[in-house]
């Protein structure tokens, strides 16, 4: 009943959202945002908006409209480009069109979409581009005239079939796969790659993955359609940066603590054949120069299956206790183990950048350990 409301009635249907600002579920579609500039449903004081025209005539083409923007009793134009999506991708396209259709000091660019983060504000504004969402953030921009830059209202709404967080939970092996290799000829090699190094993901996953990171311009897409088959790392750092905001400590169910009798090295050889690896934290010596820890501790799925392999060389105790056993079944842990069950470089830096202010200035020596084959010149 919903979908025939909103196919038949848009313009009621997405007053009666806009009113109740129940926006979890639908953004509007271009037209829609039209329809609520035209009915005044969309502000941005302390400027006065009025839409002069709809589909006028630019010299590339018809924009969505024509905007008026008022301040005092000085009114500026800018042609808008109106659009559903706020990816990074998208409002660079708009931006970049929007100066097209523009001629100042007649008209000024703009760009109204539903939602526009404080990093799209600033890129829009470097650019000369005016922008305003529908949640009340914006950006109004004339040369040498006027200036005002609202921030910080929340984003009512969500991308439809989309991934939450691409950089969280199990979809973020798909991203971590990328700063261990930066480029594939498909999304198969690319969930190859990620369960070759221990992870379990579905290629529908990694399509939509890819799909977020092409169009927060960190990886670059070749082709169209069908034709789009090759990816390849762009912005490694802002790969590596988005990881790092978004991380967060593993859930642990149990943990235990004892003594490894037969040394660290025989606790190793005993669990190369369970599901366990060390900690970031006790994995910082293969990457970086940090004092080390008295304590060694492990991940493992399943606690009982762990002791059951470590046998005589584990003795559960609090007193002098150097081994700590750590169940989580938190599948980023695992992924990209290496060697003598050490944790893969980027699980180490996550795990640091989580830490105090050694521990973050460690990190910076994992970064470059992680960044450097990924130069263009090797590192070199």
């Known amino acids: 009943m919903t979908v025939v409301i909103a196919v038949y009635f848009p313009k009621s249907f997405v007053f009666l959202l806009w009113k109740t600002g129940d ?7 271009e037209r829609s945002i039209v329809t609520l500039l035209q009915d005044g449903e969309v502000s941005f004081p302390p400027l006065s908006l009025e839409v002069l025209a709809v589909e006028p005539r ?4 018809l924009a969505d409209a024509m905007i008026g923007l008022g301040w005092s009793r000085e009114q500026f134009r800018f042609v808008a480009e109106c659009k559903r999506s706020w990816t990074p991708k998208a409002v660079a396209a708009m931006a970049a069109h929007a100066i097209k259709m523009a001629q100042p000091p007649d008209t000024y660019p703009l760009v109204i979409v539903p939602y526009l983060s404080d990093e799209r504000l600033r890129q829009l504004q470097a650019e000369g581009v005016a922008g305003i969402d529908l949640c009340g953030n914006g950006v109004v921009v004339v040369p040498g005239e006027l200036l005002v830059y609202r921030t910080g209202q929340p984003n009512k709404f969500r991308a439809e079939g989309r991934i939450k967080n691409v950089f969280r939970g199990d979809s973020s092996l798909v991203a971590r796969a990328y700063l261990l290799r930066p480029a594939f000829d498909s999304l198969d090699a690319l969930r190859r790659e990620v369960v070759s190094r221990g992870g379990r993901v579905v290629l529908s996953t990694v399509s939509k993955v890819c799909h977020s990171l092409v169009e927060q311009l960190i990886v670059a ?6 034709a789009a088959r090759s990816f390849r790392l762009l912005q490694a750092e802002k790969l590596l940066d988005a990881l790092a905001a978004n991380a967060v400590s593993p859930d642990v169910t149990r943990s235990v603590r004892g003594k490894a009798k037969l040394g660290a090295e025989v606790i190793r050889e005993r669990l190369t054949g369970v599901a366990a690896v060390q900690t970031g ?5 293969s990457y970086a120069v940090m004092a080390k820890e008295l304590t060694r501790e492990y991940y493992c799925t399943g606690l009982d299956d762990t002791l059951r392999a470590l046998g005589d060389a584990f003795e559960q105790t609090e007193r002098f206790a150097d081994t700590v056993l750590l169940e989580t079944t938190d599948a980023t842990v695992y992924f990209d183990r290496r060697p003598g069950l ?9 795990e ?3 830490g105090d202010k050694r521990s973050r200035e460690t990190a910076e020596q994992v970064r470059k350990h992680i960044l450097a084959p990924l130069k263009p010149d090797g590192g070199a």
Do not use: D
């Open 352 to 354: 640091l950048m989580l």
């Open 221 to 226: 897409r070749t082709g169209s359609g069908r």
């Open 342 to 350: 050490v944790a893969s470089p980027i699980q180490v830096y996550l």
């Open 23 to 29: 926006f979890g579920k639908y953004t509007p579609m």
């Open 281 to 285: 934290l006790s994995s910082v010596g």
């Open 58 to 61: 630019t010299p590339v083409g």
